[in-house]
């Protein structure tokens, strides 16, 4: 009988060898209720791949939906950006850039209110309005010609928060006359809202173009203008009238002062003054009278 070849033996001095590691049994996945592989794993980030030569990077995407953690998107104006690393005075520089704007358009707002407020401002130099005008004002020159001065002048006043204004009117007699031969009349104005100058000038220069009859000039020396307004219907008879007015603007403040006198046949006055007696008289008066109006 034949026997089966003989494997030949392992030499005694030679170590045995490794064979494969034995495999693990499978365990099946459990479930769970985290959305994840793991509680402890955090959710897979999907990597974007890096922009080619002609492709631009891509912008990081919003808050994914059904994220409770995400964070809304904020409204409003932007923070100031931080310093960069490493520039803080970069940083700094920024930061008192806009502080100086800031400060700067404020003082502009506060000098264009001032200077405002200061344009606007009533220039009155120093005058007012007194409660009677009849006894602050000088009407002197005409009392030579009517000597029988008037014992109750008429006057009147108004203190507003846009005008001041006085008013004084005063008959005048002649010695031995019961009647007025003449009648002068004076007003100040404080205008304190608005310059009178455009529609003094407007009222005054122009006269004669709106009433028939009249005539008016320029005063020098007298406030800031003034104007001389006449009229004489008389013609050298002992009937008609003889009508002045000096009207006077200094800053806001206006000044009239108006002398009339009525002849007819009845009146014993059959000699009154003439315009230019008159004329002077008011010029004279009125510089006297603006002095004592001022405080």
């Not at 008013?167 to 100040?188: D, E, F, I």
């Amino acid at each position: 009988m034949s026997t089966p070849p003989q494997q030949p033996a392992q030499p005694a001095d030679r170590p045995p060898q490794p064979g494969p590691p034995a495999q693990p049994p499978s365990v099946p996945p459990q479930p769970t209720a985290y959305p994840y592989p793991s509680p402890q794993s955090a959710p897979p980030v999907p990597q974007a791949p890096p922009p080619g030569p002609f492709q631009q990077q891509a912008m990081p995407a919003g808050p994914q939906p059904g994220n409770p953690y995400a964070q809304p998107p904020q409204y409003g104006p932007p923070p100031f950006p931080p310093p960069a690393a490493g520039g803080g005075a970069a940083g700094r520089a920024v930061l008192w850039a806009v502080v100086g704007a800031v400060v700067a358009s404020a003082a502009w707002a506060a000098g264009v209110f001032l200077i405002g407020a200061t344009a606007n401002a009533a220039d009155l130099r120093g005058y007012a309005a007194p409660a009677d005008l009849c006894s602050r004002a000088d009407y002197g020159s005409f009392k030579d010609e009517y000597t029988a001065s008037d014992t109750t002048p008429t006057h009147s006043s108004l203190k507003d928060a846009a005008l001041d204004e006085s008013y004084c009117s005063a008959s005048l007699k002649k010695s031995g006359s019961s009647y007025a031969g003449a009648y002068l009349s004076l007003q100040v104005d404080l205008h304190k809202k608005t310059d009178p100058a455009p529609e003094f000038t407007a009222t005054w220069k122009n006269y004669e173009r709106t009433h028939a009859g009249y005539d008016v000039g320029a005063v020098e020396d007298i406030g800031d203008e003034a104007y001389l307004v006449t009229q004489d219907t008389t013609s050298g008879t002992s009937a008609g009238s003889r009508y002045a007015t000096l009207a006077v603007r200094e800053g806001w403040v206006t000044y009239t002062m108006s002398y009339s006198a009525y002849l007819s046949s009845y009146d014993p006055d059959k000699d009154p003054p003439k315009i230019d007696e008159i004329s002077d008289w008011l010029k004279t008066d009125t510089r006297n009278t603006l002095d004592r109006l001022k405080d």
